[in-house]
């Protein structure tokens, strides 16, 4: 395996482990919460309503795949803010990966719940040309996962870049030296406004993914 793979899989690696420990650091739940329990309980809070608005009550059971989902993705993006650290998102081995857990997840609970019924999802509300949408709505099901891949890596690798470039401009100039340390708090401000729009934007289109495949079949 090459050194930049290796690499790759321990950040991987890492991304995981420290959502992890700040949930065991936050201990059991109790009647008077900590401050670390009280931010995963407002974090699976968003979560739950996040899948209640979109999919309803049944959609709670979907909860430890969607909150985990989100760690994942935001810890992997925080770690592209570290100097001389690459995202794990910013490698589209892992989104791709990410994006097929979903893909599968989500088809498979679309057979599970609905047998072969589920089939009329891709066949449009017109009879007559359902062959037609049956292959449109396959096509659309397949790219799926490649955009959900595609989106994160490109705005984690381009914001990576991006940060790199403006840092050594700054750094390059006697100007914007002088002027630096707003400049780069701003550009990191803008950064991490970017880590938890990307990481929602993931987690939403899942929980919109999981709604169409478990919604009733109104044809």
Do not use: C
Not at 31 to 46: D, H, M, N, S, V
Not at 94 to 105: G, P, R, S
Not at 152 to 173: D, E, P, R, T
């Amino acid at each position: 395996m090459e050194v930049g793979s290796v690499k790759h899989v321990i950040l991987g690696i890492v991304a995981m482990v420290i959502p992890l420990m700040l949930i065991i650091m936050a201990g059991k739940p109790s009647t008077r919460p900590t401050k670390f329990q009280a931010i995963w309980e407002g974090y699976l809070r968003f979560v739950k309503n996040m899948l209640k608005d979109n999919i309803g009550e049944e959609g709670l059971k979907y909860t430890p795949l969607i909150s985990a989902i989100g760690l994942y993705v935001f810890f992997s993006n925080l770690l592209g803010m570290v100097p001389g650290l690459d995202a794990p998102t910013g490698n589209m081995n892992t989104t791709l990966a990410l994006a097929v857990i979903v893909f599968l997840y989500y088809n498979f609970e679309g057979f599970r719940k609905h047998g072969v019924g589920y089939l009329k999802h891709f066949m449009g509300p017109v009879p007559a040309i359902a062959p037609i949408f049956f292959v449109i709505e396959l096509v659309s099901h397949f790219a799926r996962p490649v955009t959900l891949a595609l989106r994160l890596f490109a705005n984690m690798k381009g914001g990576a870049i991006l940060l790199v470039s403006l840092v050594g401009v700054v750094i390059q100039n006697p100007f914007t030296m002088a002027i630096s340390p707003v400049f780069l708090i701003f550009i990191i401000a803008i950064k991490f406004l970017a880590v938890i729009i990307q990481t929602y934007i993931f987690m939403i289109l899942s929980t919109v993914y999981l709604a169409g495949a478990v919604a009733h079949e109104e044809h």
